[in-house]
C-alpha cells in the first residue's frame, strides 16, 4: 500500500513527499529494487541528480544480484 501512495505524490507532483515515502519504504525493505527506481525517478524530479544516479546504481547491483 506504502507503493502505492508513493506514486500517487509522485504523479502529483508532490516529489518531496513521494521521495519521504520512498525513503520510509526502503528503510522497512531496503533491497527493494523497484522503489529505488520509483525513488531515482523522485530524486531526479527534485534536482538531485548526483543521488538519482547513486540510487539507479544501487538498483542495478540489487537487480542483477537476484
Not at 14 to 19: I, L, M, P, R, T
Not at 39 to 45: F, Q
Request: glycine share 4%.
Amino acid at each position: 500500500m506504502a507503493h502505492k501512495r508513493n506514486i500517487f505524490f509522485n504523479n502529483l507532483f508532490e516529489f518531496e513527499k513521494a521521495y519521504l515515502c520512498f525513503e520510509k519504504a526502503l528503510s522497512l525493505n531496503p533491497n527493494d529494487v523497484e522503489t529505488m527506481i520509483n525513488k531515482s525517478i523522485a530524486e531526479d524530479n527534485l534536482g538531485y541528480w548526483n543521488e538519482a544516479v547513486k540510487t539507479l546504481e544501487d538498483a542495478s547491483s540489487f537487480g542483477a544480484n537476484q
